[in-house]
């Protein structure tokens, strides 16, 4: 346990750091805000790790949430590297594709442990992942060559957060609770990435960029941690 707060404390510091030096922005920034990056994504796997060792009931949905972990930190690896090479778009195409496995891997795990209504979750899921396209439709996010994939991304969005929200409203336990804080963290860097990347206003937003990056790191670290409570 302490170990993991260790770590926790460490990823919010990471975190501030990493924001320091995105938004200073020059070359030598870019490249340690990678590997700051990467210091913050191996914090909230080893958070993952350590929450999956304390708990003595082992399951298959907390391994699919580690997977999930682990592939959002390749995503970030990935996408990383878009801006320090000169493959922008196959970096965030490669990455957005991880980070849709690593929504699955969440998807799945949660998924397992999801004994409601399937029926009543698919409707809840179809109703957000709409108002999720409604609004960057009405907000003119021009995802151009990017729509298909950025369609599958939200639906894997749309899933986590419907199961999430579901389960807590009928269990309110501390994972429940735990696990929708870190979903609805995760989905709300996901929607504002969204403008970062493909809104010709916002793409250089300080605001949106700052709030998504503690949402997504912090997000990932309360993910992490709830395998412990699973």
């Not at 195409?93 to 397992?112: E, Q």
């Not at 992942?129 to 060559?145: A, S």
Request: net charge neutral.
């Amino acid at each position: 346990m302490v170990a993991i707060i260790i770590l926790f404390v460490l990823l919010i510091i990471l975190t501030n750091i990493y924001v320091y030096c995105f938004f200073k922005d020059g070359k030598d920034e870019k490249l340690k805000t990678f590997f700051i990056k990467l210091a913050c994504s191996l914090s909230f796997l080893s958070i993952g790790i350590i929450s999956f060792c304390i708990n003595d009931s082992k399951s298959l949905s907390q391994i699919l949430i580690l997977i999930g972990l682990a592939l959002c930190l390749i995503g970030d690896i990935v996408l990383g590297l878009r801006r320090i090479t000169p493959f922008h778009d196959l970096c965030l195409l490669i990455g957005s594709l991880v980070f849709i496995l690593g929504h699955f891997g969440y998807d799945s795990g949660l998924f397992l442990n999801f004994h409601e209504d399937v029926l009543a979750l698919i409707i809840i899921t179809i109703v957000i992942w709409i108002i999720y396209l409604i609004l960057m439709k009405l907000t003119h996010v021009n995802l151009g060559t990017f729509k298909i994939p950025c369609l599958f991304y939200s639906l894997s969005s749309s899933i986590m957060f419907s199961i999430t929200l579901v389960s807590l409203i009928k269990y309110q336990t501390i994972f429940h609770v735990i696990i929708f804080v870190g979903i609805t963290l995760f989905t709300i860097s996901d929607i504002l990435l969204c403008y970062t990347y493909f809104h010709d206003k916002y793409k250089d937003s300080f605001t949106f960029k700052l709030i998504s990056s503690y949402a997504y790191f912090i997000g990932q670290g309360i993910i992490a941690l709830s395998i412990m409570f699973f």
